[in-house]
């Protein structure tokens, strides 16, 4: 049996984005590198993965910021 981790947003920034996700349509999330904006869109993006029927699509301006190392699909691999 495996065990599950489970993710939940930072206290601050992200956990704000959680709260009035499902409140609004649409949200500015900026700041610094290294400030959880990628563990956030990863994480709000699963919230409903378990209702028949949801998809949810990230897009990025560079490849790079998927595919490099440390970038969105190394972060995707902690979470899901």
């Known amino acids: 049996m495996q ?3 489970v993710w939940t947003p930072q206290p601050g920034p992200q956990q704000l984005a959680f709260q009035v996700y499902d409140k609004c349509d ?3 999330y ?3 590198a290294g400030g959880g904006k990628t563990a956030a ?3 709000l993006a699963a ?3 378990d209702v028949c ?3 949810a699509m990230i897009f990025r301006r560079e490849e790079a910021q998927v595919t490099n190392s ?3 699909w190394d972060g995707s691999y902690k979470i899901y």
Request: net charge positive; aromatic share 14%; hydrophobic share 30%.
């Open 26 to 28: 649409g949200m500015i």
């Open 70 to 72: 440390g970038g969105m």
């Open 30 to 32: 900026g700041g610094n």
């Open 3 to 5: 065990n599950k981790s």
């Open 53 to 55: 029927g949801y998809y």
């Open 41 to 43: 869109l990863l994480g």
């Open 47 to 49: 919230k409903y993965v």
